[in-house]
């Protein structure tokens, strides 16, 4: 069983802060990096060889207005060369719909290993601008 799965299955250790505290210095570092990132490819062909974790609302602020909005964005736990995992979210509508509708039919769930791939822009058919296109292949693991 992976160190993932331990984690997922039995949450993470937390303790009363009012109680008696164990020395940390002698804990194990889980390969697990609790922050995220939102991944921006720029190049055709970039990819991501990722476990699918969810689908939720990240808070963003437009830069341009300083409004804040609510993005829907897919949320992927990414393997580095070490075998750390990282968190790293996308919000493109192309990317989110197309996991929403694998979830809904239950092709993933939670834990799925997937190749993300960026396939570059496309021009909409129904408008002047230029969408996002996506590969997402599940991964077989042996």
């Known amino acids: 069983m992976s160190q993932l799965e331990k984690t997922n299955e039995n949450q993470l250790q937390a303790f009363d802060l009012m ?23 720029t190049q055709s062909g970039e990819f991501k060889l990722c476990f699918f974790q969810e689908i939720k609302n990240s808070t963003y602020t437009d830069e341009q207005t300083g409004e804040t909005i609510e993005l ?30 694998a979830l809904t039919t239950s092709k993933i769930r939670q834990g799925t290993p997937l190749k993300v791939e960026y ?9 002047a601008y230029q969408s996002d296109r996506w590969s997402v292949k599940p991964l077989l693991v042996e």
């Open 19 to 41: 109680g008696t505290l164990p020395n940390l210095a002698d804990a194990k570092v889980i390969p697990a990096d609790l922050t995220s990132e939102y991944w921006t490819p």
């Open 72 to 101: 829907p964005c897919v949320v992927m736990l990414e393997q580095t060369s070490t075998g750390d995992l990282k968190t790293i979210r996308n919000g493109s509508k192309r990317l989110v719909a197309s996991l929403e509708d």
């Open 119 to 127: 396939l570059g822009k496309q021009k909409n058919a129904t408008n």
